[in-house]
């Protein structure tokens, strides 16, 4: 079964995106820390995943869609989900918000 994208993940993705240069040249081993931060939400909801949920080709996916959003579809991978469109919006109108939705994540999730 297929776990949509939340804003929080999303959050956590793009400000990852932009630490690393808002570039698709990311390196393997921090998409997989990405891939790990978010596995490790999904067991504390106690979702129920398997080997591909948040893998390292799906962060760099959603890191193709997120690069499609930032370049206004002129590179990148074409049809990223409005999440990802409302996270950008978010980033640049509201980055306290932003900030926060970040910092809860880490403040919930990661000990």
Request: proline fraction near 3%; include cysteine; charged fraction near 20%.
């Amino acid at each position: 079964m297929r776990i949509p994208w939340s804003l929080e993940e999303a959050v956590l993705l793009m400000d990852f995106y932009f630490k690393n240069g808002a570039t698709l040249s990311i390196p393997n081993a921090e998409a997989e820390r990405i891939s790990n931060l978010l596995r490790i939400r999904a067991k504390k909801l106690n979702l129920s995943i398997d080997s591909t949920f948040r893998n390292v080709t799906g962060i760099k996916m959603q890191l193709g869609c997120i690069h499609s959003v930032v370049t206004n579809g002129k590179h990148g991978m074409p049809n990223a989900s409005k999440l990802f469109y409302d996270t950008y919006d978010l980033y640049h109108k509201n980055n306290v918000q932003f900030n926060r939705i970040l910092q809860q994540f880490y403040d919930k999730y990661i000990d």
